[in-house]
């Protein structure tokens, strides 16, 4: 069983429709949590940081993160064409952790 | 200006041959990675660096060897290449060990196809 599991899709919605992402975690060590979105032949940029549970905003993107449940989300608000990518979760257990546990990444794509 | 940097972009070579990627970052970041990403777009890690010393090097084949000039550049060179290289070939880097965030910060990628 991996580490991080994240279903990799693909996930296709219309313009203006909520996305909502997530991956488990089976390591209860994890604190720092990521989103990462890559768009084709890029490389990934960091979207959301969090650290332990609880919601963070920013724009039209929010992450949650439920530790109880090794349950983490991320919902992407009136999506748009420009949000088609492949977002990655990625998690690491302190601060001197510095290697990040990847999910396998979930491809959407945004209708227009 | 490009945080992570990464040469070349594109690299297409034939079996047998060894090639180097080069990496930088101007981040003032201590730490740096490279990570393998293979047609299913899973993210594979197998080596960093924090300040020029080795502390990550997971399995990977010993044709496969990072060099760290400075904290500032990290480098990758392959010998005799094998079909299965054929990957996306990403460089990041973070503040460092201990630092309060330890986010990765990737380059654009090196595609090597090896034929």
């Known amino acids: 069983q991996k580490e991080v599991e994240q279903d990799p899709g693909p996930l296709s919605v219309p313009e203006g429709a909520i996305v909502s992402l997530n991956c488990t975690y089976s390591n209860s060590a994890f604190q720092y949590f990521m989103w990462y979105r890559q768009y084709s032949r890029k490389g990934p940029e960091l979207l959301m940081y969090?650290?332990?549970?609880g919601n963070k905003e920013d724009g039209r993107f929010t992450a949650q993160v439920d530790k109880s449940s090794k349950y983490i989300s991320l919902f992407i608000r009136d999506s748009q064409p420009s949000d088609s990518a492949t977002y990655l979760c990625a998690m690491s257990a302190g601060s001197n952790d510095y290697k990040l546990s990847f999910g396998a990444g979930t491809t959407v794509t945004v209708r227009a | 200006d490009t945080a992570v940097s990464q040469t070349p972009k594109y690299l297409v070579t034939q079996m047998g041959n060894d090639k180097s990627i080069k990496c930088e970052q101007n981040l003032g970041h201590d730490t740096m990675y490279w990570y393998k990403q293979d047609s299913k777009k899973f993210l594979k890690i197998m080596f960093s660096y924090n300040n020029k010393e080795l502390i990550i090097n997971e399995t990977v084949p010993n044709r496969f060897s990072p060099k760290s000039p400075d904290k500032a550049h990290l480098n990758l060179h392959i010998n005799s290449l094998e079909l299965g290289d054929s990957a996306v070939y990403f460089c990041?880097?973070?503040?460092?060990?201990?630092?309060?965030?330890?986010?990765?910060?990737f380059g654009p990628g090196t595609r090597l196809t090896v034929l």
């Open positions: 990041a880097s973070s503040q460092g060990v201990g630092r309060a965030r330890n986010e990765q910060f």
């Open positions: 969090t650290y332990s549970s």
